[in-house]
């Protein structure tokens, strides 16, 4: 890959917005994507998701090794064709599984040794095998496998894993096998530590790589916390790569960390809480299990352009929530990643037009209006 | 209604072709109704359903009386805004359900008394209120309240129905709003008993109803059996007026009905069958679980048109089964419902060719490939 991967096109103090040249087309950053661990966003036919107007999705290289198997999307022709999406795929490795399965998992320099958490089979992870798939996966952007750790981990812990981390990188990058509009990242760890953060980040920065990740955040740390960690790295790392803040977040979240210079996101909620009746609209969070909405005729959202919020009322999503129909799940899934996906758009223009900071205050504002 | 409610547009046999002409549309017969008991075809989409070629969908007076309630749906403007349908919608009254939920009701002249099977609540249907439930949910076709019994039930029993079946659709006729292109079916009951059955039939069809409905079938008798009962009561229905079998069935039992002139059909089991990964094909049944899709490459049916055979193969349709994604039962769904639609479209035009039995044999053969 070359420096072309990445492209500034606007700057608003850290903000910024840019485009990823990709193999699987360009995109606008930043950009949030939906998450597909297993090869489908949980409910969304494909057009669906092309209509939200995702650019991008997250697959997830552990998930699909244990099922259906990397052999059988090779086969296929890729994970773009197994799963018909032929837009850009960014696959984690299965480096923050291993930390969220930990009691499965055992950990050394050559890689994590593991128990399927569906059947009790073997499994490995190495530096190697992890590129070695997400090759025959053909994802278009390549992530390590790298060490997560608690984020109260003692220190002793939290340098051990950034070292492993790092060296890590570096056997990765010797496995990865370079194309044009396909990219290897790095991840940075250090838990809370800025002084690992930033040892991590110099280590990895100087394999300069495709992209680079911030890992090893809302793992159970506050916000306040979080935010201190993200704007003591932001700054270490190149301003001509993308820079992807993994499983982040709330809305909010979202807007302080476009504002903080972050490129790229992913995070379950929208889909997760699409099948838990939760809706992200412009004035706040809803439940929709709520008995308020039970003879509510307006639309989720007024403003919303979706099909859930142009062709349902708030009544009938209640209904169907309230008598578990599967549509309940799809509607508000749907809604919700376009929720995201106009926020994003939101945030881009007001960076090319140099008011994100008055965009970030008046969105924080407007979404305190239901709470 | 007038007699103008349908038109025969061509006759091969006792099979016909014909159009229903309704406030909500003109549609073509014979004619497949998914359900959508609780106001949802189960997984699928407005649009999607719209594309299907689904032309009327079946819900539930029992079901919705329950959830949401019957208040809730006038006050939103009728089922068909309620859930965004705006073409016919059939409701069936729940006499089904008092049969098929026995343990909960008690029945007598007046009507059903039941607990709710989701909260125990008391409830009572009664010939008059299931109507003007229907004609608060503005249902397009309203069926009355009638009497299932089981299939081996006693003669007495039986009789008893018939009657009762008979009384009560007198009793509907006097507490239907006449509206031109709203419809009120009678239904047939009389169980194996075809001297009851014709008893049955020959009274209500002195009520000069707009549609006839047999009911009490496809509750556990043998195919040969349904057949024998269907033969002998179509031929004592009115030739100028629709007449639907009540949830019937495969799709052969679909050809074989047609071809003994019926004109509508519904059935659970394209929408049930599409979440428990078996598909309906024209060379016969698949079970998606089955280990033999997993690295199978091709379109479920490649003859199909619908979304799921565009756009996917079995392989990823076993995975996301295997899975457990909910995307599985949408794209299954979606397929199974195109199907039965054209297997619809496929029947009446061979009706208009004049060559139905043709058809049917060839149909018949095409499906035994699987198997």
Request: hydrophobic share 40%; proline share 4%; net charge neutral.
């Amino acid at each position: 890959m070359t420096a072309s991967f990445y492209t500034l096109q606007a700057q608003d103090g850290l903000a910024r917005c840019g485009r990823l040249h990709t193999a699987h087309g360009t995109i606008d950053t930043p950009c949030f994507m939906p998450v597909a661990t297993l090869g489908s966003v949980k409910g969304l036919r494909h057009r669906d998701i092309l209509e939200s107007g995702t650019q991008m999705i997250l697959a997830n290289t552990y998930h699909l090794m244990l099922r259906p198997g990397i052999d059988t999307i090779r086969q296929s022709g890729g994970l773009h064709n197994f799963m018909n999406w032929q837009k850009p795929i960014l696959t984690d490795s299965g480096g923050f599984q291993v930390w969220s399965l930990a009691q499965l998992a055992k950990i050394n320099d050559d890689g994590v040794t593991f128990r399927s958490h569906l059947d009790g089979s073997a499994h490995t992870l190495s530096p190697r095998n992890v590129i070695d798939a997400q090759y025959d996966l053909n994802s278009t952007i390549t992530m390590p496998l790298d060490q997560c750790v608690n984020w109260d981990a003692p220190v002793e812990t939290v340098q051990e894993s950034v070292n492993r981390t790092c060296r890590w990188a570096e056997q990765s990058q010797k496995a990865f096998k370079k194309r044009d509009g396909y990219g290897l990242f790095a991840i940075v760890q250090g838990a809370l530590d800025l002084e690992q953060r930033a040892l991590c980040a110099r280590n990895l920065v100087q394999l300069d790589l495709d992209g680079y990740a911030i890992g090893g955040l809302s793992v159970g740390e506050d916000k306040a916390t979080r935010e201190h960690v993200l704007t003591a790295t932001v700054p270490l790392l190149p301003s001509n790569k993308p820079r992807y803040l993994m499983g982040v977040g709330r809305p909010l979240d979202i807007v302080s960390a476009v504002a903080q210079g972050i490129d790229m996101m992913d995070c379950v909620l929208p889909t997760r809480c699409g099948r838990t009746a939760k809706a992200f609209t412009w004035t706040g969070e809803m439940n929709l299990m709520n008995k308020q909405y039970a003879q509510d005729f307006q639309p989720l959202d007024a403003t919303c352009p979706c099909p859930t919020c142009r062709d349902h009322h708030r009544s009938y999503l209640h209904h169907l929530f309230k008598s578990k129909e599967m549509l309940a799940a799809t509607l508000l899934t749907l809604h919700n990643v376009v929720f995201y996906q106009q926020l994003m758009a939101r945030l881009r223009q007001a960076i090319c037009d140099g008011n994100v900071t008055e965009t970030a205050h008046a969105i924080e504002n407007q979404m305190k209006t239901l709470s």
